[in-house]
Every structure is written in structure tokens, then in C-alpha cells.
């Protein structure tokens, strides 16, 4: 799970009571200050966070936020991803995920996904959800339908690469769907540690796993591990992300770390003004 402690868009919109009652109007007042999730289109920048969902415009700075009173079907929000026609699609522990196509949140049910904490949304080339909340569930954008996965163990996260495959990160090691098999992976393929936090594919689609014990990256045939020891990762790493550069950001438990390809830099409390928590 992705907890922003360090990025807060949103510092502006801080309250603290949940409903509030005024003449005739219900309005509703919610802690935005811990974003959970976050997803970029241009310059805009989409929000999942303890009070609803932040829409952040970079170009002007404003924002708008989104919450059960604007048909969200709860105001905590964990998960959130942009398909490719520009649909915001986001999830929590409310039994289902919600779309919003620029008028109106919409809520898609599925009772077998109640109380479970969403994770991770990705889509892939068809606009079909994959969702990660302890179990693998595919949402069939035709049909409106769930389908769940039994996997060997809890899934922690997901990512497409460009050739439409599923990637995996369970308590168990990593895993692959290209629509037809299934393979896995683990410390016996190269991976730093099976318990993998996290999963994301660089513009170079080299697809990288965050681990309890360092980072792994896999080309499709050549496994590489950064640790401690051979890197300057400071801790278990919960988050990958990639700037215009295809330079890998690393969110850890710790700390940030970056990497060009060649060298590497970490922010922690002690050397920079970052703050953990």
C-alpha cells in the first residue's frame, strides 16, 4: 500500500469534522492529509486519500475534492488509477469500485469485496479493471461483472506492461498473466525477497519489484537486485515510480531513493528535510 506521508497536495484541505448539518444543505468536512494513492494525467493530479478524492490541477494550483456527498460510496479511498479513455476509477473497503467520467461518480457493487482493502487498480489495453485486494479480482468493463483469482497467496500489487501482461507482487514472490499462463517467480528466479510490496514497469517496460529486502528489476531475461549492501535503498520498499527521465523513485520505510541507472541518492529525515511516519 502506497501511504504519502511526505507528498500532501492537499495540505489546504485539512478538516476534521465528518458532517456538519446548516440550514437545510448537508456538507461534509473531511481529513484529506494522508494521500494513499495517486495518478497523473498532464498536469492534473488525481488523489485517493483518508477524506475522499482530491483532483489537483498543477497548472493553477486549485483543487477539488470529491466525497460521499458527491456520490462516492465512502470518503475513505485507498486506490485510484486512470484508464486509457481518461476514466478515474478508485477503490476502498466499500465492497466495489467507483468511476467518475467527468459529471458523476458511479458505484459498481460486489459484495464478495466488502471489508476488503483495495490495493491496487490497474487497467489494461481494453479498459478492464484488475484489481488487487488481497485477492485478484478482474472487473469486465462489457459486462459489469467480477471475476476473482484464487492465488497462492495475498496480493500486494499490480502493474500492465505495454504488452498488455499482468505483473504480480504477492506475500509468495511475483507473478505473470499474458490472458492465457500464468508464471511465477521468486528468490530462486532473482528476486530480493519473496514478500513483494510493490510492482511497476519503467518506459523501457524493465519491470521492477519492491521487496522487504531491496529492489529487483527484470529486463525478461536478466534479473538484477539492489539492497542495502550494493545500493543506498534505507529500508522496506513500498512504492516505485518514474519521472520523464525513466529515473526510478523508490518510497521505503525510511526514506526516498533515486536511481538514473548508474548512481544513487536517498533522502532520509537525517540528510534532508523529508519527513516519515
Known sequence: MKLFHILVLVSSIIFFSPYVFAEGV?????????????????????????????????????????????GLPGNFVTAITIDHSVVIWCG?????????????????PNDSLSGQWVEEIAADKDNNLWIASYRLWFFDRKTKKY??????????????DGENVLWLGTDNGAASFDGTAWKTYTVQNGLADNH?????????????FGTNRGVTSFDGTIWKTFTLENSKIPGRVYDISFDAGNNAWFGTTKGLSFFDGVSWKSYTPENSGLEVG
Not at 29 to 36: E, I
Not at 99 to 107: C, M, P, Q, R, V
Not at 196 to 208: F, G, I, L, Q, R
Open 26 to 70: 448537508w456538507n461534509v468536512y473531511t481529513d484529506c492529509n494522508r494521500v494513499y494513492d495517486m495518478s497523473v494525467n498532464g498536469q492534473v493530479v488525481w488523489c485517493a486519500t483518508s477524506g475522499g478524492v482530491v483532483r489537483w490541477n498543477g497548472a493553477d494550483g486549485s483543487a477539488v475534492r470529491y466525497t460521499s456527498l458527491d
Open 92 to 108: 476502498s473497503d466499500w465492497g466495489g469500485i467507483a468511476s467518475f467520467e467527468g459529471s458523476a461518480w458511479k458505484f459498481h
Open 147 to 160: 471475476n476473482k483469482y484464487q492465488m497462492t497467496g495475498p496480493v500486494n500489487a499490480l502493474a500492465i
Open 196 to 208: 513483494v510490496n510493490t510492482v511497476a514497469v519503467d518506459k523501457k517496460e524493465v519491470k521492477w
